[in-house]
């Protein structure tokens, strides 16, 4: 009776799933069909004879290398990360339900055509079949994985979940004023941002006619969240041969190539989600709102959700509110806010297998046809020397009479969405005269210099986005070369110049001579004020500039996001120019003496400072001064480093350690053959134990790339395993 008592207080989850012999005959054919090869840096090549197969295959090698965030993946894509995490995430599974919805995706993957659901249910069998050969693996909570799941999550980039400037926050305090505490400016929707946006991207194409093989180069370099993507290679005998990143999860190629071509995403902020101001007002049966003069009933959707508490678990019941544009996410103003976004569509997924592969440009703009990119640009280059670059994908259309950039009327079909852009009217760059493109997470009106296109062409609401200064550098630095070869293009993209500071540090100096003189208790920063001033504005692990640089940057950084301007680089130029003499030098003179406190002195080399450390594998890493590090010379993206890494103080450190910025880089050279070098964030494998957890790590740290092995004459050259799933 006590051991019965005992069972019924743990949750299922906890128990292992008890697969059918069916299920497990099934998935040992489909293991038959498969080969994995795992090259000497533990990048899987998966063979399979299908695609299906190849997708089981590659669904395996995800979970051998890192099972934990393919799960966590899931669980936040179901709402379901407060049965883990506990009341903390409530409100973030609240509204993942509410702009994604499982039936939703239960439905797409019931009518999806017989290919694509052959690809969803080698998706699940794949991670089950690990399940069941890895009884030693203890979920925290999926314990099966269901063939819909693939869309409930149909783009792969970090940024894919759109609410128009929704936070959790604004949810919370309008579903459960009582749970939360927010200012007014943050209920209106007013509260500034404290920190620039971190993640992000670069791609670069380059032209035959800038390089020294006349052939089309790519270059891809996401800026992510530390060991968010893998490193894979997919083969099947019905067309697929694709390289490149995925998402832990996914079963397609999100950045990479095929024999005929590659593709670069970059996070954008084109404009493709609404908020609407709804008047509402309360009937004895519900709440109504005004649309077109008439009072619509709001439909009310009761969400259910279940939270970890201590060692057991309890359940929040939300009554949700939808009007005719989406779902009410907030109230500003005195008004409820609707949401209009397309975050979960089976478009999306489809053309994401379908890029992979696609044989050349025409193909390529086929499947950007689709509409289903809801978050991203795309840099391109193919054999056939093709370079190309489209702004967005999936955008409205919408009466340009509104001011978009805020919440418009809801109460009219004036502000309704009247489709979408066809491809060749949405904002687009094929085979500049220049020979180069570029775009990082900025403006679209300077992806090939002056061949870029004009924003006068277009609806000011298309672009919400201005400069930033990636862009900047990219710009000054892409025309200088015409010769171009794979190792000048990861040159190229290893530039250390830090562009935000050529505007910074004349700015700081100016101030210093202008108003300090000798008797000034300030002047005892002449020293590093003249290192300052004689810096070139290049990082390195050696460099006392960057050090001051970066550090003394951060404390103004709040500063500089409230000054005048339509971007981040007008906004730095005009804090430049009309900050005084306290804002620029008092923050200098915190630096130093933090420097002093942390190490003993101020005058310390960056690298000393800044430095890169895996030690658990964990989704959230701990750091530890204590244990072994690397040295990084690299910097944050905010000041205009290319090949970011974004690096802070951790609870109990001194020194500051890196968690996001460069991830899976990867140029490769078009043609007859393909050529390609690529880099990865420490390794492949999230296991510590395993010889490509940080085998990559140094390299990463200095920018030195490996050789890709595409062709199956090189993967075999350098195998350290064969073996079918399940062996």
Known sequence: ???????????????????????????????????????????????????????????????????????????????????????????????????????????????????????CNAFADGMNFYLYKHPDVHPALLNYFKPWYPLLWTDGSIGAINTAGVSVKELQQFYS??????????????????????????????SPKITA?????????????????????????????????????????????????????????VDAADLYMEDVKKRDDGYYYLYNHSWEKISEKKIVLRYKTGSSYANKAIIAFFTNNGPVMAQRNGHWLSMKADNRIMNGLIQCWQRTKAKGLADFEKTLNLKGNISNNTVYADANGNIAFWYGNRIPVRDNSFDWSKPVDGTTSATQWKGYFEINKTIHCINPPNGWLQNCNSTPFSCAGNYSPKKKNYP??????????????????????????????????????????????????????????????????????????????????????????????ERIFKNIRKAEGFDLVDKTKKFAADANADQMLL?????????????????????????????????????????????????SSLWGMIPSFASRHFAGTVKRYGYDGNSFICAVEFGKKIKAKSLLTGGESGDPTSKHFADQALMYTKGIFKDVYFYKTDVKKHAERTYHPGE
């Open 1 to 119: 009776m006590n051991k019965l008592l005992l069972l019924l207080l743990f949750p299922v989850h906890l128990f292992s799933q008890k697969f059918s012999e069916k299920e497990i005959q099934r998935w040992q054919q489909e293991a038959a069909h498969v080969t994995i090869i795992r090259d000497n840096w533990g990048i899987p090549h998966v063979y399979g004879k299908t695609d299906a197969d190849a997708v089981f295959g590659i669904m395996y090698a995800q979970c051998e290398d890192d099972f934990r965030r393919i799960e966590m993946n899931y669980i936040e894509k179901l709402g379901r990360m407060a049965e883990v995490k506990g009341e903390s995430s409530l409100y973030d599974d609240l509204l993942i339900r509410m702009v994604i919805d499982s039936s939703d995706a239960i439905n797409d993957y019931n009518r999806a055509p017989l290919w694509l659901q052959k690809l």
């Open 213 to 269: 093989s006349h052939k089309a180069i790519l270059y891809i370099n996401p800026h992510v969240t530390f060991y968010f993507r893998p490193e894979v290679h997919i083969v099947s005998d019905e067309g697929l041969n694709a390289y490149g990143a995925l998402t832990w999860g996914q079963f397609f190629v999100y950045q990479g190539f095929n024999e005929h071509c590659g593709w670069m995403h970059t996070s954008s902020d």
């Open 587 to 635: 923050p200098l003179q915190e630096v130093i003496n933090k420097l002093k406190n942390d190490f003993g002195r101020w005058n310390i080399p960056w690298g000393e400072v800044n430095r890169y450390q895996r030690l658990t594998g964990n989704i959230d890493e701990t750091f530890d001064d204590s244990k072994p590090s690397l040295p990084v010379g690299f910097a």
């Open 460 to 553: 000011a609401y298309l672009v919400p986005e201005g400069e930033n200064f990636r862009s900047i550098n990219a710009q000054r630095i892409l025309p200088k070369e015409k010769d171009y070869t794979i190792d000048k293009v990861i040159a190229t993209g290893y530039n250390t110049y830090l562009s935000a500071f050529a505007i910074l540090i004349p700015a700081l100096a100016h101030q210093f001579e202008k108003n300090i003189s000798t008797n000034d208790s300030l002047y005892k920063l002449i020293e590093p004020i003249t290192i300052l001033r004689k810096w070139d504005f290049h990082c390195s692990e050696n460099s006392v500039a960057t050090t001051l640089a970066v550090t003394w940057g």
């Open 177 to 206: 004023p009582q749970d939360s505490s927010m200012t007014i400016n943050e209920i209106n929707g007013q509260e500034n941002e404290t920190e620039e946006k971190l993640t992000g991207s670069n791609g670069f194409a380059f």
